[in-house]
């Protein structure tokens, strides 16, 4: 009995010890990936199941060290995923100048609008869409967004009307005004010596007295029309001024209006800044060609969800080299 006992337990420890090798060999080819926690083969650079890399990037640039979900370096930015397209993650063929999936160029694509070399969806120099499917995200984005839109026409409606009330109230009158002067009277004829016969003296008399009742009427006629357009002038800029006041008036209410509607839209923005900070992306290209295309034209950077730093636009979530944990607007 004492050695069947001995026997059974020296068979525990032999079966002990096989499960210790057996774990310590599973610990040598076997790991969990960081991002799904998967089990995955421990000389194995990608997951099998998720496609994240599983190793710690070396930069072939600056030679220092990146997290595992890095497709471009922290530090200096440069690719770290080298023999892979930098728009699809997919393999390259040694030569290549084209990715077999995507078609897209091996070292970037020149930005249409400022002639950059892009490796993003996105030009880091000046934000336009760089990529066929960086325009078709952007009018996705816009046509789910309807909200904004109809809030930047109303916008413009405002700003129009302002500028036309802004028009009003620089106008200029449309009539001279002038002081009111009393109009002058007609001018006595100086006396003349005269030699003349009496009858050709009284000729000229009333000859000169008709004249100047006519130059009286022609004065009194002219008086009237000056009155007549100076009265025209007074109420044309009377009506002038009114038009100014209720100009100025309804000025102020749009100023407000355009203040609460521009008010609203920032809290909108800053609600779907929120909301989109939630979102999580399988691949980096593709959170920041979502991201991009949803930038609010207020944001002044993009704040990720990996370290909490903000890149400023027009980089934003290009600079960031852990975009897929997601991340949101920033404003002023």
């Known amino acids: 009995m004492q050695k069947t006992g001995q026997q059974q337990q020296n068979k525990n420890v032999t079966d002990i010890k096989k499960q210790v090798a057996q774990t310590n060999d599973n610990s040598q080819t076997a790991s969990l990936c960081p991002n799904c926690h998967e089990e995955i083969v421990e000389d194995a650079l990608f997951c099998p199941e998720c496609g994240g890399a599983v190793k ?16 471009i370096c ?36 020149p930005c249409p609008n400022c002639g950059n070399l892009s490796i993003f969806d996105f030009c880091t120099n000046c934000g336009k869409p760089v990529t066929p499917e960086a325009i078709a995200e952007m009018q996705t984005a816009q046509a789910s967004n309807s909200a904004v839109t109809v809030a930047n026409t109303q916008i413009a409606e405002v700003e129009a009307e302002l500028a036309e009330l802004e028009a009003i109230i620089n106008s200029e009158p449309e009539f001279d005004t002038y002081a009111d002067e009393p ?25 000169g007295a008709e004249m100047d009742a006519a130059n009286q009427r022609r004065i009194e006629a002219e008086r009237i029309a000056e009155e007549k357009r100076k009265d025209a002038a007074r109420r044309a800029n009377e009506e002038l001024q009114r038009k100014k006041q209720e100009a100025q008036a309804q000025k102020a209410a749009l100023k407000k209006k355009q203040a ?15 909301q989109n900070a939630e979102k999580t992306f399988f691949s980096n290209q593709a959170a920041r060609r979502w991201h991009n295309a949803r930038r609010h034209p207020d944001a002044i950077g ?31």
Do not use: M
């Not at 609460?260 to 929120?274: N, S, T």
């Open 74 to 109: 922290e530090f200096c930015k440069a690719w770290l995923l080298e023999g892979k397209c930098k728009f699809c993650y997919a393999e390259l063929d040694d030569g290549a100048a084209f990715c077999p999936e995507c078609a897209k160029p091996k070292d970037g694509i």
């Open 56 to 71: 710690q990037h070396i930069c072939p640039k600056c030679r220092k060290p990146n997290i595992p979900s890095a497709d």
């Open 302 to 332: 993009w704040q990720c969800n990996y370290s909490g730093c903000v890149h400023p636009y027009p980089k934003g979530p290009n600079d960031c080299h852990d975009p897929g944990k997601g991340g949101r607007d920033v404003f002023r």
């Open 260 to 274: 609460e509607e521009l008010a609203a839209q920032k809290a909108a923005a800053i609600a779907a800044a929120d």
């Open 183 to 207: 109009p002058s009277a007609a001018t006595e004829p100086p006396a003349r010596k005269s030699f003349l016969s009496a009858n050709v003296v009284n000729s000229f008399r009333k000859t």
